[in-house]
Nanobody
């Protein structure tokens, strides 16, 4: 069974840092794109970052320069390092992955991400 299990997140003060992890299981994701999205009630789901199999990265303008996406293919895990956090970063964060081995370097449309983690709440206080 293919699964994405998230960990990390929680509460941080503005200007602080948090790290999210997403461990994939069921098959190797080393040739699949992986990404992070976030969602607030009443708003559209928002793309945050994506990383290709060969570590090409893409970021939303709102997080560029503050967030870093990375992956460890040996551990089948991706990470989101969030620095200089702002109250507007408060959301439920979801990791995502392609359900195929595309070997694509991107850029990626949101629709390629078919597998999702369970979500984790990140709250940034001012």
């Amino acid at each position: 069974q293919v699964q994405l299990v998230q960990s990390g997140g929680g509460l941080a003060q503005a200007g602080g840092s948090l790290r999210l992890s997403c461990a994939a299981s069921g098959r190797s994701f080393s040739s699949s794109a992986m990404g992070w999205f976030r969602h607030n009630p009443g708003k559209e789901r928002e793309f945050v970052a994506a990383i290709s199999w060969n570590n090409r990265t893409y970021y939303a303008d709102s997080v560029k320069g503050r967030f870093t996406i990375s992956r460890d293919n040996g551990k089948n895990t991706e990470y989101l390092e969030m620095n200089e956090l702002k109250p507007e970063d408060t959301a439920v964060y979801y990791c995502a992955a392609e359900d195929v081995s595309s070997w694509s370097s991107g850029p990626f449309s949101d629709g390629i991400f078919e597998l999702w983690g369970q979500g984790t709440l990140v709250t940034v206080s001012s």
